[in-house]
């Protein structure tokens, strides 16, 4: 897609990254941690698409919006059956995340704020290089109108739910300019709690997603907006095969599991996939792991790295009061 960088060369509107050690890990969470939403794919060579996007590939743009009208309304229809507690039948951005959370195609594309829960979904199920995908808040919650204060940690933008509903409200009526949401429904499932999750919404269902996400750069596609310099919008890291399992096993130590992340017996049975394969890993890949003097450091250079990226952005609090 472009060129590859080494982890602590984050200058282009798109980078790549492909990760050499697990110091690399680290470094990025440090930069990335509070900028960026994530998400996980376990093949390094998938782009950004939706479930709705490559369900619907070949139909023609229109006929896009008339079908998830169709889905929503079948959906709507049958899901009493099954459940109680419904969204209200205007709010359509919940409508939709009831139906992604049920396995149904819609056009959201799932994300977590949590850099450690995107690399679960990353790593866990993996059997070549997969990669972490990270999309700058700052360009999602501009588009969104609703830019807030970084260290603020906003879970819910009511802006952004509001235009989503707005745009799912008058498909057909009119076409919306292609773009994307950052959002998050009011009402939030459970899983999707556990997870930090939240979407990213294309406002144009006749163009491709990653259409929508590159069009403030005047771009069309990931490869086109890998030219563009400026503001990281976009960083793709790429995790080796080989590390997958170390970083699996890792993230277990941090109570970052399928069991804690999909609540429920499933759940847990889940986890024993990784409990299994944990045991090939020998005794010194173990001790390496965690005798590594530069881990005993981590949490000075972290910090360290924060507070230089806030005063080089204005935002060191102690000046600002």
């Known amino acids: 897609m472009t060129e590859k960088r080494e982890a602590n060369d984050l200058i282009e ?10 110091e690399d890990v680290w470094r990025l969470f440090s930069t990335l941690r509070q900028r960026y939403v994530f998400r996980g794919q376990t093949e390094a060579e998938w782009g950004l698409r939706t479930t ?9 743009g229109k006929d896009r919006e008339t079908l998830e009208q169709t889905v929503i309304t079948e959906f709507q229809r049958r899901v009493h059956h099954y459940l109680s507690d419904l969204p209200k039948e205007e709010n359509r951005l919940e409508w939709l995340a009831l139906m992604q959370h049920h396995g149904c195609p819609t056009r959201l594309l799932d ?13 866990e199920n993996a059997r070549s290089d997969c990669a972490l995908w990270a999309v700058s808040r700052r360009y999602a919650e501009l588009d969104s109108t609703a830019l807030l ?3 603020l940690h906003p879970t819910y933008v009511e802006g952004a739910e509001s235009e989503a509903n707005e745009i799912l409200s008058t498909l057909g009526q009119r076409q919306s300019e292609a773009g994307i949401l950052l ?5 939030m499932n459970e899983r999707l709690s556990i997870q930090q999750g939240l979407f990213l919404f294309p406002k144009n269902l006749q163009v ?6 590159c069009t403030s750069w005047g771009c069309k596609s990931l490869s086109e907006l890998a030219g563009k310099r400026g503001h990281m919008m976009v960083v793709k890291m790429v995790v080796p095969e080989e ?16 069991a804690t992340l999909f609540p429920g017996l499933d759940g847990f049975g ?4 990784t409990k299994i394969k944990s045991a090939k890993l020998t005794q010194k890949e173990y001790d390496e792991f965690w005798r590594d003097p530069k881990w005993a450091r981590l949490g000075h250079r972290v910090l360290a790295r924060l507070d230089k990226i806030a005063e080089s952005e204005g935002r060191n609090p102690e000046k600002q009061q």
């Open 183 to 187: 959002v998050e429904p009011r009402r």
């Open 13 to 22: 509107a798109l980078c790549e990254i492909e990760l050499g050690k697990a």
């Open 243 to 258: 590390l997958c399992l170390r970083i699996t096993y890792l993230l277990s130590t941090m109570n970052i599991s399928a």
């Open 111 to 123: 994300f977590t704020r949590s850099f450690w829960v995107g690399l679960f979904f990353a790593v």
């Open 52 to 60: 709705f996007e490559r369900a619907a590939e070949g139909i023609k």
């Open 149 to 151: 204060r970084e260290d």
């Open 270 to 273: 889940r986890s024993q996939m």
């Open 208 to 213: 491709s997603f990653e259409e929508n996400l």
